[in-house]
């Protein structure tokens, strides 16, 4: 069962996941909880935070039992990996430090809201140092900066490797700066970021704020750079002169190219990135699964591509067809809260909408009328709390396999059966006083 869970996650590609729960052992199958060994405590909660809804939800769509992750110390097991994950690109060696391959034109979709950015971004690629200099691109969280900055950057160098891409942020660049007062190394600073760049990047500009010292040394970096042509690029989530601490001089050097924003993406903008990002994902996004998630997150494309993230590795790992129900399911926790909702509270509201005893659907009676009812309320039940298929079983005095088929049932008779949609989203409704 571990093999297979793995073997899973490597035929994905999801390297740094399987970096993580390579070093842990299975141990034993004690009722429907899987034990696995662990190394230690810090290791035991850090995978139980990042991976168990991963695990759990694969294992209870893949297999009957079992469906709990329990976990085991076991000393000097493996030593622990580096907290980071690796990077989704390996590094040729080459290619400038920091510079990810992943960000390029090619996969930054461009709309209304960031239209004028991203043409600004292209010219500077195209022109370093010609164009707009500097380029500074500012707007809220998550909105494509980064992304921006990396994909002028690579593409510079793709074009010509013999150019010099320094990117970094400007908490990196405050601290190569400390270091290097500290040990008395700041020849060798300036010739890297005056001398022997020829690209320079610097990304989240606002922590320069209030760093007198390092905005000093900064400034003359800017200069040294602008005066020989070479290309400034700057990201902020303000306008220079919104900065908080920043000095007078920098503003009026960082106003001196271009400034454009970002805006926040519209539903239609949304739903061409998760397109786009399913197609490079190799998942298949139905449009109604796309509308869900686009809904669901609107103001930060790093949310939107978590959501869908999570939706593809938890589809290739179970093979569950991608339905707005499953990724309902899925994004329970990150989904903006809804009403709380109990089994207890699905059973009575059932009940009464289908002229039952509730007591009825916690018993055997196959009667046509009660059996459909009982496989509603556990499908509701599942999908809006986060119980366990064991955990709901064992409110409906059934084992879980029974619970599984009948919310496979019910997700079935939803997409054919137009009537039982109309009594989902009615008794959803209710429930969740949506
Ligand atoms: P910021 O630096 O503005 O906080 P990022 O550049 O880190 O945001 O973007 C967050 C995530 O969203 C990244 O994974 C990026 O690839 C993605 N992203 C943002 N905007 C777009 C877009 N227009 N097209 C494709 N991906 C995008
Ligand atoms: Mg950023």
């Not at 809804?53 to 769509?61: C, H, I, K, Q, R």
């Not at 891409?165 to 300036?190: A, C, D, G, K």
């Not at 089994?343 to 009464?352: F, G, L, P």
Request: with cysteine.
């Amino acid at each position: 069962l571990w093999e297979m869970l793995l073997d899973r996650l490597k035929r994905d590609g999801k390297d740094y996941t399987l970096n993580w729960l390579n070093r842990m052992q299975p141990l034993e199958v004690r009722e429907d909880v899987l034990v696995l060994a662990v190394p230690d405590r810090f290791y035991q909660d850090w995978v139980d935070d990042h991976y168990r809804g991963l695990l759990e939800s694969t294992l209870a769509l893949v297999t009957d039992s079992p469906t709990r992750l329990g976990y085991e110390v076991v000393p000097g097991l493996a030593p622990p990996p580096e907290l980071q994950p690796a990077p989704a690109v390996k590094t040729d060696g080459s290619r400038p430090p920091r510079l990810n391959a992943r960000f390029t034109f090619q996969n930054f979709v461009v709309a209304d809201s960031n239209q004028l950015a991203a043409a600004a971004a292209q010219a500077v690629a195209d022109t370093p140092g010609r164009a707009y200099n500097p380029l500074y691109i500012y707007g809220g969280t998550g909105l494509g900066k980064t992304h921006l900055l990396h994909a002028i950057g690579n593409k510079i160098w793709d074009r010509d490797p013999t150019q010099r891409v320094v990117y970094l942020s400007s908490e990196q660049f405050t601290n190569e700066y400390i270091e290097s007062v500290r040990e008395q190394r700041m020849p060798e600073f300036r010739r890297k970021f005056r001398d022997e760049c020829d690209v320079l990047m610097i990304d989240d500009v606002q922590f320069l704020g209030r760093k007198e010292e390092t905005q000093r040394e900064f400034f003359h970096t800017f200069n040294t750079l602008h005066e020989q042509g070479k290309a400034i690029i700057l990201t902020s989530d303000m306008v220079p002169a919104e900065v908080p601490g920043l000095e007078e001089r920098l503003r009026s050097r960082f106003s001196m190219g271009l400034i454009t924003d970002i805006q926040e993406p519209s539903f239609e903008t949304r739903v061409a990135i998760l397109q786009k990002k399913s197609v490079m994902e190799g998942l298949e996004l139905p449009d109604e699964v796309a509308h869900f998630i686009a809904r669901a997150f609107q103001k930060n494309v790093r949310e939107l591509e978590g959501a869908l993230v999570k939706v593809s590795a938890i589809h290739s790992l179970s093979r569950h067809p991608v339905t707005v129900d499953f990724a309902s399911h899925v994004l329970k926790d990150v989904l903006p809260s809804r009403q709380v909702v109990d089994v207890e509270s699905i059973q009575k509201e059932v009940a009464r909408y289908y002229k039952v005893p509730v007591e009825a659907l916690k018993e055997d009676r196959r009667h046509k009328a009660l059996a459909h009812a009982r496989q509603v309320a556990m499908y509701l039940s599942r999908k809006l709390t986060k119980g366990s298929f064991p955990e709901i079983a064992a409110r409906f005095n059934k084992d879980h396999s029974t619970v599984i088929s009948a919310v496979r049932k019910v997700e079935k008779l939803r997409e054919t059966d137009t009537a039982v949609k109309r009594e989902l989203d009615e008794l959803e409704a209710k429930l969740t006083g949506e």
